[in-house]
C-alpha cells in the first residue's frame, strides 16, 4: 500500500484504543476520524459523556430548547483540543452516510440544529482530537490503536458505554481478551 493509499483509508474510521494505550484522554475510546491527509487527522472521541449537560451550553450561548430529551443528554469529551469549545458532528435526519456527516462549531448551527424542526441530528463535542503529519500513523504501528469501519449504528444510536466493545467487534475482536503488550513474530 503506498502512503497516499494508506492516508485517505482512515478518513470515516473507528480508531479503537488498545489496552496499552495508557494516555489519559485516550485509554479506552473509540475515535472517530473525521479527516486524515497528509496534513495531520482530526477526530472526535465518540464514548466519552462529561457532566455537562446540553443545556449548560444552550444557556452559554443563550439559547433554549424544550426537548428536554435533548437538553439532558451530556456532551461528550471530544478530545484534548479546544475543550472550551463546542463542537457539532451532524446530520440530515433522513440521509446518513460518512460522506453526510458534517462539523461545525458556528452559533447559527447549533441554533438551526436545537429547532424543533430541524431536520438535523447532532452530537455535541466538547473538543476534539488532533495529530500531527505521520503522528497518528506511527501510534497505529506501535500498537496504540486498533482501525475499524464506520458504522451509523455506534456512531448515532448505541449507548456510549457500549461503543467500545461493539467498535472492537464489527472487525471480530473481543476487546476483553487484547494485551497491551507489543509482540513481534
Known amino acids: 500500500m503506498n502512503?497516499?493509499?494508506?492516508?485517505?483509508?482512515?478518513?470515516?474510521?473507528?480508531?479503537?484504543a488498545m489496552?496499552?494505550?495508557?494516555?489519559?484522554?485516550f485509554m479506552h475510546s473509540v475515535v472517530y476520524i473525521h479527516e486524515h491527509s497528509d496534513t495531520g487527522a482530526t477526530g472526535f472521541i465518540v464514548n466519552k459523556p462529561t457532566n455537562v449537560k446540553i443545556a449548560e451550553i444552550l444557556e452559554r450561548v443563550e439559547l433554549a430548547?424544550?426537548?428536554?430529551?435533548?437538553?439532558e443528554r451530556p456532551t461528550l469529551l471530544g478530545g484534548p483540543v479546544s475543550q472550551e469549545q463546542i463542537y457539532?458532528?451532524?446530520?440530515d435526519k433522513?440521509?446518513?452516510t460518512p460522506q453526510t456527516i458534517k462539523v461545525s462549531y458556528s452559533p447559527e448551527t447549533l441554533a438551526e440544529v436545537v429547532n424543533p424542526e430541524s431536520k438535523q441530528e447532532?452530537?455535541?463535542?466538547?473538543?476534539?482530537?488532533?495529530?500531527?503529519?505521520?503522528?497518528?500513523?506511527?501510534?497505529?504501528a506501535?500498537?496504540?490503536?486498533?482501525?475499524?469501519?464506520?458504522?451509523n449504528d455506534i456512531l448515532f444510536d448505541l449507548p456510549y458505554v457500549n461503543r467500545y466493545e461493539a467498535a472492537a467487534s464489527l472487525i471480530g475482536v473481543d476487546i476483553a481478551n487484547l494485551s497491551g503488550d507489543v509482540g513481534h513474530a
Do not use: C, R
Open 142 to 151: 506501535n500498537n496504540g490503536w486498533l482501525i475499524v469501519p464506520y458504522s
Open 94 to 96: 433522513d440521509n446518513l
Open 19 to 25: 489496552p496499552g494505550l495508557q494516555d489519559p484522554y
Open 3 to 16: 502512503e497516499e493509499q494508506h492516508i485517505s483509508d482512515l478518513k470515516n474510521h473507528f480508531l479503537i
Open 122 to 140: 447532532a452530537l455535541f463535542f466538547l473538543g476534539y482530537a488532533s495529530w500531527e503529519p505521520g503522528q497518528l500513523e506511527n501510534e497505529i
Open 65 to 71: 430548547s424544550d426537548d428536554e430529551a435533548l437538553t
Open 88 to 91: 457539532l458532528m451532524m446530520h
